[in-house]
Each structure stands twice: as C-alpha cells, then as structure tokens.
T-cell receptor, first 115, second 114 residues
Framework: SQQGEEDPQALSIQEGENATMNCSYK?????LQWYRQNSGRGLVHLIL?????REKHSGRLRVTLDTSKKSSSLLITASRAADTASYFC???????????????FGQGTRLTINP | DGGITQSPKYLFRKEGQNVTLSCEQN?????MYWYRQDPGQGLRLIYY???????QKGDIAEGYSVSREKKESFPLTVTSAQKNPTAFYLC?????????????FGQGTRLTVV
C-alpha cells in the first residue's frame, strides 16, 4: 500500500520559476524524506524532515511539514533545466509489535523545466 | 568508493525461468530493501531486511524470494510464480532501519520477460 500521495502528478514550468510539489500521507510518521530520480536511474536523497520540525532548507530546496494535515511540500526555487526529474516523498512506517521499519514511497511528481 | 551496486543493469528472462538480481553494499549498513518500479509509477516494497539472516515481506512479495546471508549482500530472486515480472528493480540500504536516516539506492536493474 502506498503511504504518500504526491500532487501534482506532473508539472511543467519555465526555467527560473519556482516549482512546488505536495505530498500527503496517511499514518503517523517519525520523519518524511524527499528523493529525486532521473529517468532510468536510482533515487537520490534530497532532504529529511523530522516530525517535530516544520520547515527545513537545503540550498534551493525548502521543505515544509504539517503533521496535523499529514502533508508536506517541496519547493525548488529558481529552477534549472537540470532539475528535470521525478520527485518522491517517502515516510517511515513503523508497525507495532514488528519492530522493523520500512520506507514507503508515493507515486512521484514528474517535473519538467523548460529552457 | 562506498556505495551500493546492482547487477546486471539489464536482464532478460524467458517465461518460466527464475532469475537472480544482485545487490551489494560496502556502506556497512544493517538495513537493505528491494523495490519494484513500473513505468510512470512510484516504488513498491518487495522485501526488506534489518539484520543478517532475517528479512520481512513487503507489500508485493508474492513471486519473489530473498536471502541475507551476509551483511553486504541482499540478492533478489524473481521466480516463475511472478506473473508480471517486467519492471525496474531498485535496491537500497540504510544505516539501521529508517528512523531519521536516509536510504542509499543502487542504479537499478531493468528486467524484461521475452
């Protein structure tokens, strides 16, 4: 089952504009992570935000987390053609009594930056 | 260089054959994961392992098997029982579970049934 749902599924903007992607999830979490995937490649970790944090920055990336709404957003400022990729949110999913943890991904947002 | 390596990059399987995808990491990570990705879709968890000689089923384990005999290695076997195995398979590892730690991914294996 998918924990996260990204919105929109696809986004196309002009270079230099800001791109905002949203993620909603269903259960309580310890942290939420954002990953990037270039076409046909593995995923690369971008940023992790803990459940007790509301906002986090990393270079041109800004992530917010609203645990009351079970949602997060990823903002990429001053976009570049090289930012073209798919972006996924992922949440940890701890199940009572099992101890083990797993990382559950959403469906992703395909971002296209037009030069 | 430290990292996680998947092989082969491309794999072709005939109907009824079992095939094994390799995943090796030299990051000294305890946890390893296998995901399946279909075109234009997100990642679905097949199996995961938190420690050597132990692993757990994910959301779509049917038709797949794994082993974790060594910390560095987590091979995935796609059996003939998997009815639609054509997909992109991604292996990942993390230090210890996913509590406040990032996952590192391999470059993937693209499996095609011919």
């Amino acid at each position: 089952s998918q924990q996260g749902e990204e919105d929109p599924q696809a986004l196309s903007i002009q270079e230099g504009e800001n791109a905002t992607m949203n993620c909603s999830y269903k259960t309580s979490i310890n942290n939420l992570q954002w990953y990037r995937q270039n076409s046909g490649r593995g995923l690369v970790h971008l940023i992790l935000i803990r459940s007790n944090e509301r906002e986090k920055h990393s270079g041109r990336l800004r992530v917010t987390l609203d645990t009351s709404k079970k949602s997060s957003s990823l903002l990429i400022t001053a976009s570049r053609a090289a930012d073209t990729a798919s972006y996924f949110c992922a949440t940890d999913a701890i199940r009572r009594g099992q101890g083990a943890q797993k990382l559950v991904f959403g469906q992703g947002t395909r971002l296209t930056i037009n030069p | 260089d430290g990292g996680i390596t998947q092989s082969p990059k491309y794999l072709f399987r005939k109907e009824g054959q079992n095939v094994t995808l390799s995943c090796e990491q030299n990051l000294n990570h305890d946890a390893m994961y296998w995901y399946r990705q279909d075109p234009g879709q997100g990642l679905r968890l097949i199996y995961y392992s938190q420690i050597v000689n132990d692993f757990q089923k994910g959301d779509i384990a049917e038709g797949y098997s794994v082993s974790r005999e060594k910390k560095e290695s987590f091979p995935l076997t796609v059996t003939s029982a998997q009815k639609n195995p054509t997909a992109f398979y991604l292996c990942a590892s993390s230090i210890q579970g996913v509590m406040n730690t990032e996952a590192f991914f391999g470059q993937g294996t693209r499996l095609t049934v011919v």
